[in-house]
T-cell receptor
């Protein structure tokens, strides 16, 4: 059973607002990821982290930023939300090996009006 | 270009029937192939992970096969249940980088009718 949690599950906000999507895991995983998924489309990696104080941008260009101050916590921040940011955001974590299982949170469905 | 293609895009079957979902990939160098189940509005859940040396792996009523020569995989679901209704995503990992990059398919949307 996955122990990775995302909040909020749903978020509706106005354009220009600053938001932070929370992600926490209790499995002690070093690797954490943020994916973006639109309906009927594949997941796209937007940020990842190998450990504390390590963050990298993924394949899909994103105006969001992330931080990794603690192993268990990997929040994603949008300084000024726009309607183009409307999407589902999925957080995931995995162990150290290359073939380790990826555990996903339940996601945050973001709608920017 | 590294790609993962899944077919069919959607599938409707009756409860109790079997079905097979297909995945073709061009990812190279190959490291592993994963199948995930994603319920609507939820995050994906891992079903199986196979490496180059494995050609079949089961998880309950789910059986995945891998042909690394033809770069094809299938997911067979036996005696389907209503709870099997979900999107099934094929994911292929490469070993060409330290990240262990994952390439996602768009999924097959399975609907099981009573």
């Amino acid at each position: 059973e996955a122990d990775i949690y995302q909040t909020p599950r749903y978020l509706v906000i106005g354009t220009g607002k600053k938001i932070t999507l929370e992600c926490s895991q209790t499995m002690g995983h070093d690797k954490m990821y943020w994916y973006q998924q639109d309906p009927g489309m594949e997941l796209h990696l937007i940020h990842y982290s190998y450990g504390v104080n390590s963050t990298e941008k993924g394949d899909l260009s994103s105006e969001s930023t992330v931080s990794r101050i603690r192993t268990e916590h990997f929040p994603l921040t949008l300084e000024s939300a726009r309607p183009s940011h409307t999407s589902q955001y999925l957080c995931a974590s995995s162990g150290k090996g290359g073939n380790e299982k990826l555990f996903f949170g339940s996601g945050t469905q973001l709608s920017v009006l | 270009k590294n790609q993962v293609e899944q077919s069919p895009q959607s599938l409707i079957i009756l409860e109790g029937k079997n079905c097979t979902l297909q995945c073709n990939y061009t990812v190279s160098p190959f490291s592993n192939l994963r199948w995930y189940k994603q319920d609507t509005g939820r995050g994906p859940v891992s079903l199986t992970i196979m490496t180059f040396s494995e050609n079949t792996k089961s998880n309950g009523r789910y059986t995945a096969t891998l042909d690394a020569d033809t770069k094809q995989s299938s997911l067979h679901i036996t005696a389907s249940q209503l709870s099997d209704s979900a999107s099934y995503i094929c994911v292929v990992g490469d070993r060409g980088s330290t990240l262990g990059r994952l390439y996602f398919g768009r999924g097959t949307q399975l609907t099981v009718w009573p």
